[in-house]
C-alpha cells in the first residue's frame, strides 16, 4: 500500500508564505495525478489544488494565483508554495496520490495563518 509522507507547514502571519511537501518511496512516482486537500476546523475536507502526470495543474477559485503546485518526479516529491496567506487558509492539509487501483492520502499537516 502506498504511503505518503507530508513535511512543511506551520504558522505564519497573514500575508506570508509557506511550502508543504510530500513524498512517497514508489518507483513510478510519475503516474500518480497528485492532489493537496485543506480541512478546516469544522468544515469538510475540500480540495485544494491538482497536477497530473503530464504537469497540467487545477486549482480552487479561493487560492489560485496564491498557490503553486508541482512535481518532481525524478524526487518523487509533490509540493505546494503558498503565498499571501489569510485566516482562511488556517486548516490541515492532505497529500493524495491517485491511479488505477490506488488512491492513498497522506497523513496531514497543519498550516496556521494568524496575526
Known amino acids: 500500500q502506498m504511503q505518503l509522507i507530508q513535511s512543511g507547514g506551520g504558522s505564519v502571519q497573514p500575508g506570508e508564505s509557506l511550502r508543504v511537501s510530500c513524498t512517497s518511496f514508489?518507483?513510478?512516482?510519475?503516474?500518480?495525478?497528485l492532489s493537496w486537500y485543506r480541512q478546516a476546523p469544522g468544515k469538510q475536507r475540500e480540495f485544494v489544488a491538482q497536477?497530473?502526470?503530464?504537469?497540467?495543474?487545477s486549482y480552487v477559485p479561493s487560492v489560485k494565483g496564491r498557490f503553486t503546485i508541482s512535481r518532481d518526479n525524478a524526487r518523487n516529491a509533490l509540493h505546494l508554495q503558498m503565498n499571501g496567506l489569510n485566516s482562511e487558509d488556517t486548516a490541515v492539509y492532505y497529500c493524495?496520490?491517485?491511479?488505477?487501483?490506488?488512491?492513498?492520502w497522506g497523513p496531514g499537516t497543519q498550516v496556521t495563518v494568524s496575526s
Open positions: 493524495r496520490a491517485q491511479t488505477f487501483g490506488t488512491d492513498a
Open positions: 514508489v518507483r513510478d512516482f510519475g503516474i500518480y495525478l
Open positions: 497536477i497530473t502526470k503530464r504537469g497540467d495543474t
